[in-house]
C-alpha cells in the first residue's frame, strides 16, 4: 500500500503543475489596426466564398455525398437489422438471390448478434478523372451464435446514376483466420 502512495505522489505533483507561459503576441503599430482589420475580415469573406476542398478521389459525386466508408458502413448496418430494402439500396444493381450475392456469405449468416466493417483508404481502378469506380478494401467480423466470422476483401462502388452519391457495384469477400 505504501509504495502505491509513493508511485501517486509524482503524479498528483506533476498534475499540480503550471503550464509554461505562452510567448505574447507582437503588437501592431497603432496606425495599422485598423487596415490588419480589414485585411483579416476580407480574408474571412474569401475563405466563405471558396468552394469547400474536395478530395479528388470522391470528386464523381455531389461535394455533399458521403464517402465510400460511410455508406458500406449504413450498408453493413442494414444487414445487421435484416433491413432488405436498405440493403438493396446501397447496390447499383441488387443482387436478385442472396445466395449468389457477391457477399453472400454476410446475408447468409444466421442468428447475427454483431458486424464490425473496417475501411482502408479506396483506390481508384479506372484511368478515369475523376475516377468513378473506387475499390474498398474491407475487414469484416460477425458475431453470431455459432461463433466469431472474419472476412477480408472489397467492395467496388461507383456513382450513382444522378452523382449524388456512391453506390455497391461488386463485392469479394473470402473468409480469414485469426
Not at 498528483?12 to 509554461?20: E, F
Not at 459525386?61 to 458502413?73: F, G, K, R, T
Not at 432488405?84 to 436478385?96: E, F, H, K, Q, V
Request: charged share 20%; proline share 11%; glycine share 4%.
Amino acid at each position: 500500500m505504501r509504495r502505491f502512495l509513493l508511485l501517486i505522489a509524482p503524479l498528483v505533483l506533476l498534475g499540480c503543475s503550471r503550464p509554461a507561459p505562452q510567448p505574447e503576441p507582437a503588437m501592431a503599430p497603432a496606425g495599422s489596426t485598423a487596415s490588419t482589420e480589414a485585411s483579416s475580415a476580407a480574408d474571412t469573406d474569401a475563405a466563405a466564398l471558396q468552394p469547400p476542398a474536395i478530395d479528388p478521389l470522391f470528386a464523381a459525386v455531389a461535394a455533399d455525398a458521403e464517402s465510400p466508408s460511410i455508406m458500406l458502413n449504413r450498408y453493413v448496418i442494414a444487414l445487421l437489422n435484416r433491413n432488405r430494402t436498405a440493403s438493396d439500396a446501397a447496390w447499383a444493381i441488387p443482387p436478385a438471390d442472396p445466395h449468389r450475392a457477391d457477399d453472400a456469405a454476410l446475408r447468409q449468416l444466421q442468428d447475427l448478434r454483431t458486424l464490425r466493417l473496417d475501411s482502408d483508404t479506396p483506390l481508384a481502378r479506372d484511368g478515369q478523372q475523376p475516377p468513378r469506380l473506387l475499390e474498398v478494401p474491407v475487414r469484416i467480423r460477425a458475431v453470431t451464435a455459432q461463433g466469431t466470422f472474419r472476412f477480408g476483401g472489397w467492395y467496388r462502388v461507383q456513382p450513382s446514376s444522378d452523382g449524388r452519391a456512391w453506390q455497391i457495384q461488386s463485392a469479394q469477400l473470402r473468409p480469414t483466420l485469426d
